[in-house]
């Protein structure tokens, strides 16, 4: 028979094969892998609390690296793969957040004007991090940092593991392995992508982190920093230090003075490298009143905001932006918390150090009573190596052809985006300078933006189509456009730093066409 119709033959073959059969994943054998479930799940199925009905895909759940920890405990990295029917050849490996120990749905979530990585034909996995928490924790369990191999997991090896296993199954699945592998993360998240690209770095051809904790050990120190700052303008109750109506005052004053630095009023501060504010201006003459700020709480500002020193005056961490996301719910449910409630910074402080990053090593750490000198030492000296994703060094990433999008809310009240940006302005003067660092990195700063998303700025913007583009078409991100709910109809280029959007003079001020990026 002629080769051409052996050839022939063989296409009819394969496009005439049965679709792969996911309930016959939890026979697969698979050295080091433990099976849970695999179900089908039908187009239309919603999933509590997301907005979009998903397509059809198989749904896997199982567990690598399975052990007993010296507590007794059963520790492993539980995993969740989606499978969509329609696979478009990517795989994406969605970051967890905060301490982990949570099962996310592995649907590659979107926001506004983007899809979530599933609807779009993704294989998309998700994982514990390596340790489940304690359902009453709300997440805030620390207690794994006893398990050595359960801190290596959440410090950096979950994501190897987990990646490994995904992508054996995707290629028994589907009979070839992804076309092109991504991750996205924000927060700890955000850490696990830059930690991917540093120490993994062939692993994914392209990277999200947003709002990274690549400090993390010192972010932690920030945190008893602004604790005590507010205890020192209320003792009894530091939550009461600052009002919301004090917040929405230094929000509204910052953006009096440093809105229009980009050439137009419209209450975001796209050019914060110019914003120079002093809340000096807003103390009392005299006794306080709802329009001005007590010398106390001026003082504590001014500390929150130079961030946290030792004794010599030698910073510990960084400084932070004044931007209008201050007055945001947010920034107080992070630094402050209410009458009700504890600020999220106290409530995660102890596990995340006495029992993550000093693995429960005694005498414990209070947030209260925090020594800026011997206790900055202890956490850095026994967590800083393997907590934090501070390296410059990308080179085997930028080898393999990996792109990475960094991006960070500029009212970020838990890590500084000042912090994001020095750190990029490391990884240019280590890469070669700005040219060769934005042929692979890029930065992305988003005015009014808390943690991760929220407050009054835009928040939305499709981050994963540009780094699809930058990844197989080999289009850079000249600007991303950027939507929000706090700002109905509105769009703005998000550009990449130290570009910053400038208004034309004419066009329709609420149109992102009207806005050039340009120092």
Known sequence: MPKYLLSLLAAVRLFAAPPPNCQALKSLQIPGLLFFSADSVPAGTQLPFQENTL?????????????????????????????????NGRFLFQGGGGLDGILKPAIGPGGLGERAALLRGYA??????????????????????????????YQYRSTQLVADAAKKIIFRYYGRPPKHSYFRGCSNGGREGLIAAQRYPRYFDGVIAGSPAFHLTRAMIAEAWNTMQFAAVSPQNPSAAFSNSDLQLIAHAV????????????????????????????????GKTPSCLSPEQVTALKKIMSGPVDSRGKALYSDWPFDSGIGAPDWRFWLLGNDKTSALNVLIFPPAVNGMALAGKQPPIDIFHFDFDSDSARINQAAAAALNSDSTNYTAFRAHGGKLILWAGMSDPIFSANDLIHYYEDITRANGGPAQTLSFARLFLLPGVNHCGGGPGLDSFDSLTALESWVEDGTAPEHIIARGNAFPGRTRPLCPYPLTPHYNGTGNPENAAAFFCAK
């Open 55 to 87: 397509s059809a895909h198989c749904l896997l759940h199982a567990e690598v690296n399975e052990h007993t920890g010296p507590d007794g405990k059963s520790y492993g990295d539980i995993f969740e793969l989606r499978l969509p029917a329609d696979w």
């Open 124 to 153: 998309v996995v998700s994982t514990d991090g390596g340790h489940s928490a304690d359902p009453a924790s709300q997440g805030l369990d620390g207690a794994f940092g006893s398990d050595p191999a359960a801190l290596a997991d």
């Open 255 to 286: 953006l009096v003075q440093c809105d229009t630095l980009d050439g137009v009023k419209d209450d975001l501060i796209f050019n914060p490298a110019a914003c120079h504010y002093d809340p000096s201006q807003l103390q009392c003459s005299s």
